[in-house]
């Protein structure tokens, strides 16, 4: 194997390629910018800095004027006892009453919250999956 013996494989051969070969990632006409320096980590997207950057410039949410309804036995006794602010406490006419219902209407009666008898039908036109 005279003179075989320092084979390259795929390696261009010097001389061949059109203009310069470092630095500039080819001829000047057609060469390549620099990227310029690295941005600090709060300007690179996707990194965890900017995520935080940009979560800390956002708005927060604006309260609405929407009422919100609570609906069950347990979920309405436990509002009251907590004193969660509340306009109405709308009962289901002929609705069995228990110990929940009793204390309830109790509550709201002593935080001057006005209690309305109304039909089941109206309840669950009330829910959104009545």
């Known amino acids: 194997m005279a003179g075989n013996s320092r ?7 010097a001389g061949t390629k059109k203009g310069p070969t470092v630095g500039s990632g080819g001829v000047r006409r057609r060469g ?5 320096a690295t941005p600090p980590a ?7 800095a900017a995520k935080r950057a940009a ?3 956002r708005k927060p949410a604006k309260p609405t004027d929407e009422t919100e309804i609570v609906l069950g036995r347990n979920p309405v006794l436990e509002c009251l ?13 002929g609705a069995e009453a228990d110990e929940r219902m009793t204390e309830s209407v109790t509550l709201a009666a002593d935080r001057g919250i006005p209690i309305l008898e109304v039909p089941r039908t109206d309840l669950d036109r009330m829910s959104s999956n009545g």
Request: hydrophobic share 35%.
């Open 42 to 48: 709060h300007m690179r997207p996707g990194h965890p």
């Open 7 to 13: 084979r390259r494989g795929a390696v261009r051969k």
């Open 32 to 36: 390549l910018e620099g990227r310029g």
């Open 55 to 57: 979560k800390a410039t």
């Open 81 to 93: 006892r907590a004193e969660a602010p509340a306009s109405a406490l709308y009962v289901a006419l």
